[in-house]
């Protein structure tokens, strides 16, 4: 600030009071301030006024994976919706690991956001504890928990895929299978194994037909591996759900590998509505979720969150349901 004050012939003073939105400068001066912190190549140090005036102008989010479309056009819809108020977003990838979202957490916390978007409502204690405590507006996304920390912007990922197994028992399917992965890093696709398995048992089909294998993200080969165990174990099966498009894809190509006709022989469906899933042969059939406006309605109901803590007051707190639907293609 002390270069850039000798440059434009001003005290260092008139610089900050130039660099203030509302700061008492002339025009003429704060034009030839401005050249001067062009020039030099000046960025202005925001942390005292930080501290001094609680806004630190960006909110934090937390996504399971930066290679996933279907986050990816959730992180964009929050940009979208933020864009016109300001706040920058800092975004970080957990990879569906537990202990790298608590130290995400915490170091976006320690930076003093404004507010925090976060995916899912399953947490370990020690990030409830976080959330809970850090003062600032909290969304929760893609899921719709029993025990919100405070306003949510999601759907059921039970009642999604209990519905797209209604829908294929409907369509005269009565062996059907889920593939999904192992272990406990997705909770959504837990949730989602857990509404197959309420459909199967409400609908009096035969149980068990699970084959779980492969950690989160889950990927094409982790569908084709598994699509050959399902048919090992249960050559009968003549529909499988899968946790996800990109598991569903890789269960399809396998079958064309094996000669096993889709849908001739086992119908395939799978969850996100991913580009793959719409230009894949067949095309597949999916639940579509609108990832895009889970984030645009995210990052409105923050903005509105973060305003009303900058007028001295706290939101009540809301439930935004995103509804799904099942889009039917080829493959069943």
Sequence with gaps: MTDVAKRAGVSAMTVSRALKADGAVSDKTRLRILKAVDELGYVLDQTAGTLSSKRSGFVAALIPSLNNSNFSDTARGMERALEQS????????????????????????????????????????????????????????????????EHVVGFSNVGAMRALVHRLYQL???????????????????????????AVAEL?????????????PISMDHGSIA???????????????????????????????RGWAVPGQIAIAGFGDFEVARCCHPRLTTVSVDPMGIGMAAGALLWRSIEAMRAGARLAAEQHPIPYQIIERETT
């Design 86 to 149: 300001g706040l920058q977003l800092l975004l970080g990838a957990t990879d569906y690991v537990q202990e790298k979202e608590e130290r995400l957490a915490e170091a976006m916390l320690r930076r003093r956001p404004e507010g925090i978007i976060v995916t899912g409502g399953d947490h370990s204690p020690k990030l409830r504890r976080l959330l809970q405590g850090a003062g600032v507006p909290v969304v929760e996304t893609w899921d719709l928990p029993t025990d919100p920390i």
């Design 227 to 257: 699509m050959t165990q399902m048919m090992a174990h249960w050559p009968g099966v003549d529909a499988v759900v899968c946790v996800s498009d990109l598991s569903a894809f890789g269960a399809m190509t396998e079958c064309q590998r």
């Design 172 to 198: 005269g399917y009565r062996e059907i299978g889920f593939l999904g992965g192992a272990g406990l890093r997705d909770t959504r696709g837990a949730a989602r194994r857990a509404g197959y398995e309420a």
């Design 204 to 216: 009096g089909l035969p149980l068990g037909r699970v084959i779980a294998f492969g950690e989160a």
